[in-house]
């Protein structure tokens, strides 16, 4: 019998020691009561004060024991649907689940490659090329709709995404009133109110203001969350020495402040809603201005804040996939890879923003496709190595003893599928067989993937009284924002 002996199942790493999480994590609650918080929501400012907290004006100035017993409230693990119920999300310790990212307003066409406006109809390819690919684990549309009421952007955007693909959406609004009606809709496809609440199918995505800013359309949609027990992403975009100090650390500790700030309000307004908390840590190019996307220093400080998380035991929004690159290019599979490599080797959470290019302003579908391959080699190394009796192959490698070859051993035929990876797109043909078949490089086998997908994979059958629902809530939507013109022009 072996005793006392420790089994590492994963290949992850750590950026943060842990007495350099307990460093940040005394200066994380040192700034939320010394220098404190605005936050522009007068029901957030009542709770907090109610709950103990120094209240001047909209500066929130938040004692250590309500983060605390914030944190301590917050469940540090929780489950996230497919609406058909086919798989889940496990939002716990080292589980890690890649997605792409939301809102940008450039597109580059799967067919003339051109950059454009992103359009409604391209919400539903993004989901059901997403639904095809089995490395990306939820769905974000990469891209703001261009061509519907611009008010109801978000909420076009969410029901396309939701009705073409089954995998759980990370879902963003302009304000409360589309907040509240994508939560219509994640009812009607879940089968009313008591199974979304058994069954959640969507988290939702929004953001404070760096540096400490709680803005009032963010504060407003956290409450809502919190209310409707939808997992709340409560997290920063931060940009090192623009709206965040220049150094690494200093990133880190406000942008948990600006999450934990989210965290400590979700908790008074119903104690136990599923919180998520990280970001977008990255800095500015100080020849540019530009936001970094494809920078090492975005996959060093997203794994920071991942380790913070898991000091904190909350669940993690990390970044990964991302690139500054215009196109689909070296560049761009380079700036993917490492920062999808980090953050899986990191364990975040939930991994945003694979598609993301042009520093965030163009989704780019090629690049979702060839990151779907990156993630492959990225789960396939963070496995590890299984140590166990017929893994070490005692007994098979005496069979075989010296000079002899595995090929046609059943060992190797029963363990070479699981224990080997099997790339879709790169290429490992001789070169002359590579010719044959038309000497097709990374780029071209992605371009045919992406287009194949788009012309074969349909996506889910939806309930057609789930459809019915939605143009319903749709409507109501379309009917609000056009009171809401009509009151503005008669004032």
Same mark, same amino acid.
């Given at each position: 019998m072996?005793?006392?002996?420790?089994?590492?199942?994963t290949?992850?790493?750590?950026?943060l020691?842990?007495?350099?999480?307990?460093?940040?994590?005394?200066?994380?609650?040192?700034?939320?009561?010394?220098t404190?918080?605005?936050v522009?929501?007068?029901?957030?400012?009542k709770?907090?004060?109610?709950?103990?907290?120094h209240?001047?004006?909209?500066?929130?100035?938040?004692p250590?024991?309500?983060?605390?017993?914030?944190?301590?409230l917050?469940?540090?693990?929780?489950?996230?649907?497919?609406?058909d119920?086919?798989?889940?999300?496990r939002?716990?310790?080292n589980?890690?689940?890649?997605g792409?990212?939301?809102s940008?307003?450039?597109?580059?066409?799967?067919y003339t490659?051109?950059?454009?406006?992103?359009?409604?109809?391209?919400s539903?390819?993004?989901?059901?090329?997403?639904?095809?690919?089995?490395?990306?684990?939820?769905?974000?549309?990469?891209?703001s709709?261009?061509d519907?009421?611009?008010d109801l952007?978000?909420?076009?955007?969410?029901?396309?995404l939701?009705?073409?693909t089954?995998?759980?959406?990370?879902?963003?609004s302009?304000n409360?009133q589309?907040c509240?009606?994508?939560?219509?809709?994640?009812?009607?496809?879940?089968?009313g109110?008591?199974e979304?609440?058994?069954?959640?199918?969507f988290?939702?995505?929004?953001?404070?203001?760096p540096?400490?800013?709680?803005?009032?359309?963010?504060?407003?949609?956290?409450l809502?969350?919190?209310?409707?027990?939808?997992p709340a992403?409560f997290?920063?975009?931060?940009?090192?020495?623009?709206t965040?100090p220049?150094?690494?650390?200093?990133?880190?500790?406000?942008?948990?402040?600006?999450?934990?700030?989210?965290?400590?309000?979700?908790?008074?307004?119903r104690?136990?809603?599923?919180?998520?908390?990280?970001?977008?840590?990255?800095?500015?190019?100080?020849?540019?201005s530009?936001?970094?996307y494809?920078?090492?220093?975005?996959?060093?400080?997203?794994?920071?804040?991942?380790d913070?998380?898991?000091?904190?035991?909350?669940?993690?929004?990390?970044?990964?996939?991302?690139?500054d690159?215009?196109?689909?290019?070296?560049?761009?599979a380079l700036?993917?890879?490492?920062s +999808?490599y980090? &953050?899986?080797?990191s %364990?975040g959470?939930?991994?945003?923003? !694979?598609? *993301?290019?042009?520093?965030?302003?163009? =989704?780019?579908?090629?690049?979702v496709?060839?990151?779907?391959?990156i993630?492959?080699?990225?789960?396939r190394?963070?496995?590890?190595v299984?140590?166990?009796?017929?893994?070490?192959?005692?007994?098979?490698?005496?069979?075989?003893?010296?000079?002899?070859?595995?090929?046609?051993?059943e060992?190797?035929?029963?363990t070479?599928?699981?224990?080997?990876?099997?790339?879709?797109?790169?290429?490992?043909?001789?070169?002359?067989?590579?010719? +044959?078949?038309? &000497?097709?490089?990374? %780029?071209?086998k992605?371009?045919?993937? !992406?287009r *194949?997908?788009?012309?074969?994979?349909? =996506?889910?059958?939806?309930?057609?009284?789930a459809?019915?629902e939605i143009?319903?809530?749709?409507?109501?939507?379309?009917?609000r924002?056009?009171?809401?013109?009509?009151?503005?022009?008669?004032?």
């Amino acid at each position: 019998m072996r005793t006392n002996l420790t089994s590492n199942k994963t290949t992850q790493f750590q950026i943060l020691s842990e007495d350099q999480c307990e460093a940040i994590y005394h200066n994380i609650l040192e700034v939320m009561q010394r220098t404190g918080v605005d936050v522009y929501h007068e029901e957030a400012r009542k709770m907090l004060k109610e709950a103990g907290a120094h209240v001047d004006g909209v500066r929130v100035y938040i004692p250590p024991f309500m983060v605390k017993e914030a944190i301590a409230l917050v469940p540090d693990n929780f489950i996230v649907h497919h609406w058909d119920g086919s798989d889940v999300i496990r939002l716990r310790k080292n589980e890690v689940y890649p997605g792409t990212g939301p809102s940008m307003p450039n597109y580059i066409d799967p067919y003339t490659e051109e950059r454009r406006l992103f359009l409604r109809k391209d919400s539903a390819d993004v989901a059901r090329v997403c639904d095809a690919l089995p490395n990306i684990l939820f769905v974000e549309g990469l891209g703001s709709i261009s061509d519907t009421t611009g008010d109801l952007a978000d909420l076009y955007e969410f029901v396309e995404l939701i009705t073409h693909t089954t995998k759980p959406i990370a879902a963003w609004s302009f304000n409360r009133q589309s907040c509240e009606s994508i939560y219509k809709v994640a009812v009607a496809m879940a089968g009313g109110e008591e199974e979304f609440q058994r069954k959640p199918n969507f988290m939702f995505y929004m953001e404070p203001i760096p540096p400490l800013v709680s803005n009032e359309e963010s504060v407003d949609k956290v409450l809502f969350c919190a209310e409707k027990h939808i997992p709340a992403i409560f997290t920063p975009c931060c940009m090192g020495g623009g709206t965040e100090p220049a150094t690494f650390a200093g990133v880190i500790t406000n942008a948990a402040v600006e999450s934990l700030t989210g965290l400590v309000i979700a908790q008074l307004k119903r104690r136990g809603a599923p919180f998520i908390m990280g970001g977008v840590l990255t800095v500015m190019d100080m020849l540019t201005s530009t936001y970094i996307y494809g920078g090492p220093e975005l996959s060093i400080m997203c794994a920071g804040i991942t380790d913070m998380g898991k000091y904190l035991d909350i669940p993690v929004f990390s970044t990964g996939g991302c690139t500054d690159a215009k196109i689909t290019e070296p560049q761009a599979a380079l700036e993917g890879a490492m920062s +999808n490599y980090t &953050a899986v080797l990191s %364990g975040g959470n939930i991994i945003h923003d !694979t598609g *993301y290019s042009e520093s965030g302003l163009t =989704g780019n579908l090629f690049n979702v496709v060839m990151n779907n391959e990156i993630l492959g080699m990225a789960f396939r190394i963070t496995r590890g190595v299984e140590v166990n009796e017929d893994s070490m192959a005692i007994d098979v490698i005496e069979q075989v003893g010296p000079q002899g070859h595995y090929l046609l051993h059943e060992h190797t035929d029963k363990t070479f599928r699981t224990e080997m990876w099997e790339p879709e797109l790169l290429n490992r043909l001789p070169i002359e067989e590579w010719k +044959n078949a038309g &000497a097709k490089t990374l %780029g071209d086998k992605v371009k045919e993937k !992406t287009r *194949y997908l788009l012309e074969n994979h349909k =996506g889910p059958e939806v309930p057609e009284s789930a459809r019915k629902e939605i143009e319903n809530i749709l409507q109501e939507a379309e009917d609000r924002v056009a009171r809401e013109k009509a009151a503005k022009q008669e004032r």
